[in-house]
């Protein structure tokens, strides 16, 4: 089923026309942020702490130290929510009131079980090293033994998701449209810079590629 079904969990409800529950919409925008807001509720306390994510089919991985409480309680089947955010412009509006911003969101909903078992735990670090840059993890010296005991994997099933995309000028009150204020959309973007050689780098050592010219890569 390439949608999610519309539920009270999932549905919006404010400018319902801008939301979207396919995966061909929700799915690029995981994948394109660098980073997700992980939501949880503890002994009645909701937290949201920010992670590194990455998404293979209907799983989200999430990775961190073993004491991790977000990842302690992520591997308990308790639910979580997900939010994905690309900002792409300020929308400058005649009045104050129609200012809004030009966005990307996804809203995910799933439990969270423990990968235990190594290969499934291998593939999870491969996809998160590969959501930062394409082409990395063949770059780099693999996990050790100790390396991969100290580190906990999370695999989030996605059971429900939500879109809610914004684009375009402002828009608003017909009446406004005379005044002579400016209004249009101030875009932005997400870009790199030009790398840093770390100070202890082997000489001859070059840039690799993905660190050049590309900075999403998804
Ligand atoms: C961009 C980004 C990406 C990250 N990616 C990862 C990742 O992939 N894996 C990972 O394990 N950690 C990641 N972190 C760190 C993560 O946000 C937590 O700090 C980390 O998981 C430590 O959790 P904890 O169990 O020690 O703290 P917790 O027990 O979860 O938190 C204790 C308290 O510390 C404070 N706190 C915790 N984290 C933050 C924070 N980030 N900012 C401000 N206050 C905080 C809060 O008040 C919280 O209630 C990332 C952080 C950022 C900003």
Request: proline share 6%.
């Amino acid at each position: 089923m390439s949608s999610f079904s519309k539920t009270a969990r999932n549905r919006v409800k404010r400018l319902s026309k801008r939301a979207a529950y396919d995966r061909a919409v929700i799915y690029p925008i995981v994948d394109e942020a660098l980073i997700c807001h992980v939501g949880f509720v503890q002994d009645g306390q909701p937290l949201v702490i920010p992670m590194i994510h990455a998404r293979d089919g209907d799983t989200l991985y999430l990775h961190g130290a073993k004491a991790s409480r977000l990842l302690k309680h992520g591997q308990s089947d308790q639910p979580l929510c997900i939010t994905a955010t690309l900002l792409d412009g300020i929308v400058f509006a005649r009045s104050i009131f129609h200012h809004s911003m030009n966005y990307r969101s996804a809203v995910l909903f799933g439990c969270g079980r423990l990968v235990a078992a190594e290969p499934e735990k291998l593939r999870a670090l491969e996809v998160l090293a590969e959501h930062i840059a394409r082409g990395r993890w063949r770059d780099v010296r693999q996990p050790s033994r100790k390396e991969l005991n100290a580190t906990s994997v999370v695999a989030v099933s996605i059971e429900s998701a939500s879109a809610k995309v914004r684009s375009g000028p402002p828009l608003d009150d017909e009446e406004d449209y005379a005044l002579p204020i400016w209004a249009g959309v101030l875009p932005l973007e997400q870009r790199a810079l030009k790398a840093i050689d770390d100070p202890r780098l082997v000489e001859g050592v070059a840039v690799p590629e993905y660190a050049i010219h590309l900075f999403r890569l998804s």
